[in-house]
């Protein structure tokens, strides 16, 4: 801190002794109408949270006192990048970072608001999207003479764990830019102003260890009406006179970078599935996370185009976040991405990530985006150290298949998909038909006490769909003896999950196994991950749901790592304790697919609170166990945080499934019964693409399908009502049809099931008996909060009474609305108010959670 200040003093001399030119008219563009966006996120700025702005080969990642990093992969820049302010003669900076007071926020650009008693500058960050480099536009309203200087540290050092040394940094006064080089001339970057003049004298051999300076000086308030100053940062590996282009290009027409930006934000929206629903945040939320994904699409120039797993300040080490290529992470998000269509995404990332397939047919579980200045695989230990990357990638690629129909990726694809499945064969030790994470590697947890174990429930679950998925490519790739290989694996897989990971004691699939067979029985949300894939037997699936959603795991914003009543439960501890937005993405999926529809919604909506709550549009990796924020080593920008809003939205609460080879889409949705409208659409599936309009009344609902050609489709309609609801007949396009209910909707909710072959537009209604259905509770968690919110754990219809049961604080009344309450009989363990009840929950330890039953009599 007392070097940037002395930094900031040594200015003042410069300053006052260097000839003022003409202003800053020089340099300066005309000032072009920012585009209007209902994406824009507003606030007060909190200058110590994290933004950025991110392209596929540049990324300035910061805090929105304006304070950044700089990023032209793989290649660190510079950091402690600062706006500082000098009023006419005065000597004293006025430190951005002290008067920055607004944010906003859309996918193209952030602007941040300095505000001080004479002047306004609104600085906007534009990162190009397939150019190294970014501009800042300076909006300047003052009304006196202002000097705006910039600082920054250079640092010029590829990702950890390579670096280089020797590098420098001068002022080109020909550029109005410093380059900043080493001597091998292979790496460069640039950062300046066509309206700037440099102030810091560097020394030729060295970084300096005070801030690199230029200011920007202004005259008179006229000077800079109607006009932006562009600030420019250029650079990568590579011929400096390519940097230099390249700079020279962004600062000629700021203006085109930010018009390509607004264009391309546009475009990813136009081309993937739209929702609209009646909850406003939520479909904000989702519109975010499909940016959030976008911006990690990194294109490198030594290794090419992948998926990273997510960005956030390094400070002054060598690794933005995770902003390495991360193969599991890429197979897990493909999930969420093939969900909303972006397959072109997709297939580039599972083609990356086949570049680094070992020999033996494991894949990669890491790559540093500075591999290509090392021998990474060779001299560091982490590239192979994961043991479910090779069976999640069979996954993904059944998964990618599934939605878009492309075989020709799969036949492309069929060596390594071989590779990959005989490699995860050599990996059960015990012939169990598991695979073993003392032969695979790690699985679900990186460290602690609980890695000592033969087989833990996530790898199982990944080698179970690996192999059904199998099955399923081989038909594809015109493979039968693989496919009835797969077949048999699968099966045994399966049999083998249930039976192994059940624990009969406590009444839930147990999170792992020891060498001996020993359940480690401690419930975790990984035993969802089997259950969204439908591996579970069914009613020991429900009774594992059914523990999640107890206190003791699940609090206001999402489901811990491990039990409260965990000895090893530690509520900031990464694998013990800690909350992964990801995983409770997981569980709300599960929830939904086994129709624990209320439950699954608080879930889906504490994640969409999370898009909002810290970094704007991103959800953090992690948050504590025990309040509702997040720790300080946790990653702002995480890409499977945002799978927290994707895949329970997608899967769950819309119910969308489809199955491009077999012709056949799903829409299960799962709404609350207080939904009257909802709007799906460019839903694609193969080449097909869909639109549903689904319509709730107080004794129907009905959906309107249309879809762009006439290929030969056929859906399946399964829409869930609350627990006594009576299916008192289906029409199709105006007809009579037959239905059934799903299997287990006895349990959780009344889902009849419709098969209809598609024409281009197509109705089908279905009329209901209603009954009074609980909406969602109402959840206020807010940043620092501990758990405080009702829970529902089960719900059961029997007698003409719906009964359910509930965990609240001891003592604590909490309202729940209820839709049709008009139908209402009787109330036991609440007071009705209308269409509220008053559930009034029994006293107890004060602070601890009491179970609680709640029972509605229906007329």
């Known amino acids: 801190m007392k070097a940037r200040r002395s930094g900031h003093l040594l200015i003042i001399g410069i300053l006052l002794c260097s000839a003022v030119s003409a202003g800053a008219a020089e340099g300066l563009i005309p000032r072009f109408e920012l585009a209007s966006s209902d994406l824009e996120l507003h606030r007060l700025a909190q200058p110590n949270t994290y933004f950025d702005k991110a392209g ?137 102003s066509p309206a700037a003049q440099g102030i810091s004298y560097t020394p030729a051999h060295m970084l300096s260890d005070t801030p690199n300076q230029f200011k920007i000086p202004i005259e008179t308030k006229e000077a800079t009406r109607g006009m932006f100053i562009p600030v420019v940062l250029a650079g990568g590996k590579g011929r400096r006179e390519d940097v230099r282009k390249t700079y020279e290009k962004l600062a000629k027409d700021p203006e085109a970078v930010y018009r390509e930006a607004v264009v391309h934000y546009d475009r990813l929206r136009q081309a993937t599935l739209r929702v609209t629903t009646p909850d ?23 290794l090419g185009k992948g998926l ?48 680094w397939q070992r020999d033996d047919g494991k894949m990669a579980h890491e790559l540093s985006q500075a591999a290509g200045y090392l021998n990474w695989f060779k001299d560091y230990p982490y590239g192979y150290i994961h043991g479910e990357t090779t069976p999640f990638y069979i996954a993904a690629c059944y998964d990618y298949l599934r939605m878009s129909g492309d075989i020709e990726f799969v036949k492309q694809s069929w060596p390594s998909l071989n590779k990959a499945y005989a490699w995860c064969l050599t990996t059960d030790a015990d012939g169990d038909g598991l695979m073993d994470n003392s032969k695979a590697g790690l699985g679900a947890l990186e460290f602690g006490s609980l890695t000592g174990i033969r087989t833990d429930i996530y790898l199982a679950a990944a080698w179970a769909r690996a192999a059904f998925g199998m099955e399923r490519l081989a038909k594809a790739a015109g493979d039968p003896s693989m496919e009835r290989t797969a077949r048999d694996h699968y099966a045994k897989a399966q049999k083998a999950l249930d039976a192994k990971f059940w624990d009969a004691e406590k009444g839930q699939y147990a999170y792992a196994f020891n060498a001996d067979g020993k359940l480690v029985k401690e419930l975790t949300p990984w035993s969802s991950v089997p259950l969204v894939w439908g591996q579970g037997e069914a009613g020991r699936s429900l009774l594992t749901l059914e523990r999640i959603n107890a206190a003791d795991l699940t609090t206001d914003w999402g489901v811990r790592m491990l039990s409260t009543r965990s000895a090893l439960f530690e509520p900031l501890n990464y694998n013990y304790g800690a909350v992964w937005p990801f995983l409770s993405g997981w569980v709300a999926t599960a929830l939904y697919k086994h129709n624990f529809n209320l439950q699954g919604f608080g879930l889906l909506a504490a994640a969409v609170r999370h898009t909002f709550d810290n970094a704007l549009g991103y959800i953090t990796e992690l948050f504590s166990g025990e309040q509702n924020i997040w720790p300080q080593e946790g990653v702002c920008h995480q890409g499977f945080s945002s799978s927290g809003v994707i895949l329970p939205l997608v899967k769950g609460l819309l119910g969308l499934e489809g199955d491009a080879l077999a012709g056949e889409v799903r829409f299960e949705p799962r709404f609350p019964a207080d939904w009257t409208d909802v709007a799906v659409d460019n839903w694609k599936v193969g080449e097909e693409t869909f639109s549903l309009r689904y319509r709730r009344s107080a004794d129907g609902a009905r959906v309107e399908i249309g879809r762009r050609t006439n290929a030969a489709y056929k859906l399946v309609f399964g829409p869930a009502f609350g627990l006594g609801t009576k299916v008192r007949g289906v029409t199709a396009n105006g007809r009579a049809v037959k239905h059934q209910l799903a299997a287990e909707s006895p349990g959780q909710a009344v889902q009849p099931l419709v098969e209809v072959a598609l024409g281009r537009n197509d109705v089908i209604e279905i009329q209901l008996g209603p009954v009074p259905e609980l909406l969602p509770p109402a959840n206020d968690s807010k940043t620092g909060d501990t758990s405080q919110g009702l829970r529902i754990i089960r719900s059961e219809f029997k007698d003409g009474k719906l009964q359910t049961i509930l965990e609240g604080l001891a003592g604590r009344t909490y309202p729940m609305r209820v839709a049709r309450a008009d139908l209402i009989r009787s109330v036991s363990g609440a007071k009705q108010e209308g269409a509220v009840l008053l559930v009034q929950i029994p006293p107890g330890p004060p602070g601890e959670y009491v179970r609680h039953e709640l029972v509605i009599g229906i007329r």
């Open 56 to 192: 596929r080969k540049f990324a300035i990642l910061g805090t929105e006192s304006g304070s950044f990093e700089a990023w032209a992969y793989p290649l660190k820049l510079l950091r402690n990048f600062e706006f500082s302010f000098l009023i006419g003669s005065s000597t004293e900076p006025i430190l951005g970072k002290d008067i920055v007071r607004y944010i906003s926020a859309t996918p193209a650009a952030t602007t941040l608001t300095y505000v001080f008693q004479s002047f306004t500058v609104k600085a906007t960050y534009v990162t190009a999207v397939d150019e190294p480099g970014a501009v800042i536009l300076l909006a300047v309203d003052t009304t006196e003479p202002l000097t705006i200087v910039c600082g920054f540290l250079p640092v010029l050092q590829p990702m950890w764990p390579a670096g280089i040394g020797g590098q420098y940094a001068s002022w080109d006064g020909g550029l109005k830019a410093y380059i900043i080089s080493e001597p091998t001339r292979k790496n460069h970057g640039l950062v300046g």
């Open 280 to 302: 406003a945040k939520l479909n904000l939320a989702f519109e975010w996370a499909k940016v959030a994904y976008d911006n990690l699409i990194v294109d490198n120039p030594d």
């Open 308 to 355: 990273v797993a997510g960005l956030g300040m390094s400070g002054t080490g060598g690794r933005p976040g995770f902003g390495w290529f991360f193969s599991g992470d890429a197979f897990m998000n493909s999930l969420s991405l093939n969900g909303y269509g972006a397959f072109p995404a997709v297939r580039e990332a599972l083609l990356f990530t086949q570049k």
